[in-house]
Nanobody, 119 residues
Framework: QVQLVESGGGLVQAGGSLRLSCAAS????????FRWYRQAPGKQREWVAL???????NYADSVKGRYTISRDNDKNTMDLLMNNLKPDDTAVYYC?????????????WGQGTQVTVSS
């Protein structure tokens, strides 16, 4: 079992920055891929960014150039630095992980953290 806990959400003004963190905990696991998703009111959940165990990174077009994803493999954490935030970035942001526990791959989700960007 792997537990994911997000932190760092809050209210910021447009143009501001915010850093989200995700901490993974459990026993005998290895995270292959960390992902961030978000879900705005009335919309379906969308993928935002991913980072692989070896450092491969990809972003959704809507956040490319503004968001930076990173991870610390020793601490089993993932961060999302969000710059130049826009009202359209308002959503609940979810941490997602593809993890080996210990031999099979499983997908886990955090509970989400609210990000609100005011105009």
């Amino acid at each position: 079992q792997v537990q994911l806990v997000e932190s760092g959400g809050g209210l910021v003004q447009a143009g501001g920055s915010l850093r989200l963190s995700c901490a993974a905990s459990g026993s005998a696991f290895s995270i292959t891929v960390f992902r961030w998703y978000r879900q705005a009111p009335g919309k379906q959940r969308e993928w935002v960014a991913l980072i692989g165990s070896g450092g491969s990174i990809n972003y959704a077009d809507s956040v490319k150039g503004r968001y930076t994803i990173s991870r610390d493999n020793d601490k089993n954490t993932m961060d999302l630095l969000m710059n130049n935030l826009k009202p359209d970035d308002t959503a609940v942001y979810y941490c997602n992980a593809l993890a080996r526990v210990p031999l099979r791959q499983y997908e886990f989700w955090g509970q989400g953290t609210q990000v609100t960007v005011s105009s």
